[in-house]
Each structure stands twice: as structure tokens, then as C-alpha cells.
């Protein structure tokens, strides 16, 4: 017998339903490219279709822990997203603007 989540998620407490969304989005902050891709209902085939580029290539871009601004820009975006970079120092966050794409005419 399935249940509707949102059947289970009404009878959670408060407490419950709140740390469940805090873990959420705890896992959410620390997702592998592969993970975001798959969490969106893509294949690697219907990304790299997007981006330009054959399946291969694809695979060999999410496994990667090493990849240029552009490359990794280029892929937020083919998944709907948009990319900031953010540096958090001990006096607080400091957004990156230097790598932001050009606005072309």
C-alpha cells in the first residue's frame, strides 16, 4: 500500500516536520553535480543535449573535483539554476562578482 507524502508529512509534529527540513536542505547544500542532475529528473544524455556536448563529456564533468568557473557556470545554468560564489571569511560573506558572465548585447 503506497502513501502520499504529503499524507505522512500532515501527521508529523512540528518538531518533526522542522528537522526534516532542516536535514533536507542540510543534504541539499552538499550535493554532487551527478546527485543535483538526478534530483531534477535529467539524464546525463538530456543535460549534455543541452549543454552542447556528448554524454561522455558529461560523465567526465561530474566526476571531476577540479573544473573551470565557466565549465561549472555553464552547467548550473543547462540545470535551471544560477551560480554564486561566495567566500566565507571570519568577519562574515563576501559574494565574488568577478566571475559572473558578461551580459552580451
Same mark, same amino acid.
Given at each position: ?11 508529523? =509534529? ?19 553535480? =551527478?546527485e ?18 556528448k554524454?561522455?563529456?558529461? =560523465?567526465?564533468?561530474? =566526476? ?42
Amino acid at each position: 500500500m503506497s502513501r502520499k507524502f504529503s499524507d505522512l508529512k500532515a501527521k508529523m =509534529s512540528p518538531e518533526a516536520r522542522t528537522r526534516a527540513e532542516t536535514q533536507t536542505r542540510e543534504m541539499m547544500a552538499e550535493m554532487l553535480l =551527478s546527485e543535483v542532475r538526478r534530483l531534477l529528473g535529467l539524464t546525463q544524455e538530456e543535460l549534455a543535449e543541452k549543454l552542447g556536448i556528448k554524454q561522455p563529456t558529461l =560523465s567526465r564533468l561530474e =566526476s571531476q573535483d577540479d573544473m573551470y568557473v565557466s565549465t561549472l557556470r555553464r552547467l548550473i545554468e543547462a540545470l535551471g539554476g544560477r551560480m554564486e560564489i561566495v567566500a566565507h571569511l571570519p568577519n562574515g560573506d563576501i559574494r565574488i562578482e568577478q566571475f559572473h558572465e558578461s551580459v552580451k548585447n
